[in-house]
């Protein structure tokens, strides 16, 4: 058995470089591929990583594969599948993908987001009558696969405490049961797992359990404690590694290091990790102390100086000091090498995945030999981090004045009832108004338009017919639908952050640096590394096209200031609330021209709110301050006429519902079809009274809602929110969805309106 676990990280990419992954699931799930086609794409893939992994250097090689999710992977290897599931009937792996996705008569369980990233998690159900066991065993055959391409692996799963404190109770479950009931039965099947993985021959499992960077009560900590006791304590087993990630672990550091296993992780990249706290740690002195010092998040290169400064530091707190990134490299792009097209300089500053791996490999020779064996490698890194810190194109001084300049009423506007009712009076709108969030199926016609255009292959006016055929063509549909607000259905934009990215100074993009969302979604962030400007208008001929299509009100959408952010790899040499400014400012001349192009509805978009929400209580403030007047400063440039929408999907509103108010918004919609309108509760606490539109249809399922099921979701919201403030909209916006299932919905959506607005008479 490996006695050390020595340098590694703590997972890695699984969609592939070229998103094979992401292909070969949407060919199964479309009745293109087989199963068998589908697992041997994933097999291949492994086996590249495995492969990349070892011979770059790593100690150790994390098993981090996952078809779709890996909360959900972790709760299916226990059986926590919800009767309903199980029910259908099917294989497997269909059972696993109806979990995430639904079928035509079961929902799927709810997604959020993890922690404060932009990958989204399936929030697993459990109640009292869960029946934990060893039911999957994907990770033991993983690892025989890998040990025949001659890699030992670790195995990685999400840990017992940190599992239970994501999920949700059953719907059957009593009132006043929490998940967390449950440990002590779940600990059992955690440890017949492991006694299986020792009995395969595996010398070590990682079990992550990240939910302790947040606040945690007595009896969590006490779970965590009485949980790495147990398992700990089992006689014949693998290794444990427990990392904790994106902040500072608090009590449960000390916890972990007094606790029966061999190794933990420690983030010392986000939050407050303080290196002093760790020497009155004497648990750690028979352990090893991974510590994550290179960036799982963010994509700049590592100061590798500062680094081992930090690393020595360490020695002698530890049984052992071993090097490894602050979290799973699942958050960033694979390689910036094949990034061929990028900024020369900005290319020189980054670190994707493959880069990252040989930084920690890097670090881990250092430590152990010394700097002079790597004093290349360490230069190389030094002069590009200097490079950086001294560029001239990072700052410009006429944004710097701009934003010196501002006063507290540029944040502010009238009071919401002279707004109101001055929007009455302009739009004219029925109750219930029904409208779509923004975007519409963009079809591989308008994605072949978007690449001929970058290609060179047509010329722009070419593009523009095109594009403004494509907008007549939705803005007809929604006329004929019945919608009563309309979009122009984005057809211009490859992802609502990164197209106004390539269109705003200080930002740059990548051709190449997918980053997996949840499932076989994958976007691109764009990367910030400089001060924010918009040089020319943006989507403004756009959305004034659609709008001379129709006499009802078309929609002018944008994305907001702080969802640009979370979104985006952002610089990280100033505080993110003065970037968040700049930003702001940009798309506050964006709003203003969106008004005088005649658009009497503009809606910002910010469904990453709750996203960059501290996850310790005492950060929240400062954040709760920034973030809403960010958002205000954006928006609070135009005429009381003018209807303000903003949209917020897949979070835990009631930790920024304050936050929600402070954004000013006239109109607010918000995910709530999974949750049946769960929000609303937290909504209603705060008396919230301006309009909302809870979703009524999850776009995020390929099912279609009929109309009786969102006749319940809406006469469910009227409980909570008058007929005058309440809005019938999908969750989300409708790109990654095809015409076959969005019209009826949307179909179904209208009438199911007309239906409830005429019981309102």
């Not at 020695?315 to 979290?327: E, H, N």
Request: aromatic share 6%; net charge negative.
């Amino acid at each position: 058995m490996a006695t050390t676990i020595g340098s590694t990280v703590l997972g890695y990419p699984r969609i592939g470089p070229n998103r094979e992954l992401k292909r070969a699931l949407e060919r199964y799930w479309a009745s293109r591929g087989s199963e068998a086609e589908l697992r041997e794409t994933a097999r291949s893939l492994r086996a590249d990583t495995w492969r990349t992994l070892r011979e770059a250097g790593l100690d150790s090689v994390p098993d981090s594969f996952s078809f779709y999710d890996h909360v959900l992977d972790t709760a299916v290897t226990f059986g926590a599948v919800p009767q309903r599931y199980a029910d259908l009937g099917l294989n497997p792996l269909d059972t696993y993908f109806a979990m995430a996705r639904g079928t035509d008569s079961v929902p799927p369980l709810e997604m959020t987001k993890w922690f404060d990233t932009n990958y989204h998690y399936l929030v697993p159900e459990i109640g009292p009558d869960t029946r934990f066991s060893v039911a999957d065993r994907a990770v033991v055959e993983r690892f025989h696969e890998a040990l025949e391409l001659g890699v030992r692996t670790r195995p990685v799963l999400v840990g017992p405490v940190t599992l239970l404190l994501l999920s949700k109770p059953d719907p059957d479950a009593p009132e006043g049961f929490s998940p967390l009931d449950s440990v002590d039965k779940l600990v059992l099947a955690y440890a017949e797992l492991l006694r299986e993985l020792r009995r395969a021959g595996v010398d070590w499992v990682q079990l992550d359990e990240p939910a302790f960077a947040a606040d945690r009560t007595r009896r969590e900590l006490d779970a965590l404690r009485d949980t790495y006791h147990a398992l700990g304590s089992i006689g014949d087993r693998p290794k444990l590694f427990v990392p904790g990630y994106f902040g500072d672990l608090g009590d449960a550091l000390g916890i972990l290091a007094s606790a029966p296993i061999e190794a933990v992780g420690v983030d010392f990249v986000a939050g407050d990790s303080r290196v002093d706290d760790l020497s009155a740690l004497t648990g750690l002195r028979d352990k090893t102390l991974v510590a994550g010092l290179v960036d799982g998040r963010n994509v700049w290169r590592t100061d590798l100086d500062r680094a081992l400064t930090t690393a020595a530091t360490l020695l002698g707190m530890a049984g052992d000091v071993a090097v490894g990134t602050s979290c799973s490299l699942l958050h960033v792009p694979y390689d910036v090498a094949v990034e061929t097209h990028l900024d020369a300089q900005v290319r020189t500053w980054l670190s994707f995945a493959r880069q990252k791996v040989d930084e920690v490999v890097v670090l881990g020779r250092a430590l152990r030999e010394g700097r002079d064996e790597l004093e290349g490698e360490l230069v190389a890194a030094r002069r590009a981090v200097a490079d950086r810190n001294g560029a001239d194109r990072v700052r410009d001084e006429s944004v710097r004045r701009r934003l010196a300049e501002l006063r507290p009423q540029d944040a502010r506007r009238a009071d919401y009832a002279v707004r109101q009712h001055e929007q009455q009076e302009q739009l004219r709108l029925p109750a219930l108004p029904t409208t779509t969030i923004g975007s519409f199926p963009q079809t591989t016609e308008v994605r072949k338009t978007r690449a001929a255009l970058r290609a060179g292959e047509i010329e722009h006016s070419e593009y523009v017919g095109r594009m403004r055929g494509e907008i007549e063509r939705v803005v007809r549909l929604q006329e004929e639908l019945g919608l009563d607000v309309l979009v122009h259905g984005e057809p211009e934009r490859n992802d609502m952050v990164q197209y106004f990215a390539e269109h705003l100074a200080g930002f740059v993009s990548t051709e190449h640096g997918w980053v997996q969302s949840y499932g076989s979604r994958c976007v691109r962030p764009p990367i910030l590394f400089g001060d924010v400007s918009r040089p020319e208008p943006i989507s403004v001929e756009w959305s004034a096209y659609a709008q001379s299509l129709t006499d009802r009100p078309v929609k002018g959408m944008l994305t907001g200031p702080v969802t640009i952010l979370a979104w985006s790899f952002v610089r990280d040499d100033q505080p993110l609330a003065d970037t968040a400014r700049q930003v702001a400012l940009a798309l506050r001349d964006e709003v203003r021209d969106l008004e005088a192009a005649g658009l009497r509805i503009i809606q910002v978009d910010e469904p990453a709110l709750r996203e960059l929400l501290p996850l310790r209580a005492w950060q929240h403030k400062e954040y709760l301050d920034w973030a809403p007047e960010a958002f205000r400063l954006a928006t609070s440039g135009v005429r009381e006429s003018t209807q303000v929408h903003t949209h917020l999907c897949y979070s835990e509103f009631g930790d920024v519902i304050d936050a929600i108010v402070a954004l000013d918004a006239d109109v607010t919609s918000i995910e709530a079809a999974r949750s049946r309108m769960e929000v609303l509760a937290d909504l209603d606490t705060v008396g919230f009274a301006r309009g909302i539109g809870p979703g009524v249809y999850d776009i995020h399922s390929p099912r279609v809602p009929d109309e009786d099921e969102i006749v319940a979701l809406l006469r469910a919201a009227l409980d909570a929110v008058p007929a005058r403030r309440l809005w019938a909209n999908p969750d989300c916006g409708l790109k990654t969805r095809g015409y076959g299932e969005v019209e009826p919905a949307l179909r179904n959506l209208v009438n199911a309106a007309a239906r409830v607005r005429n019981t309102l008479r």
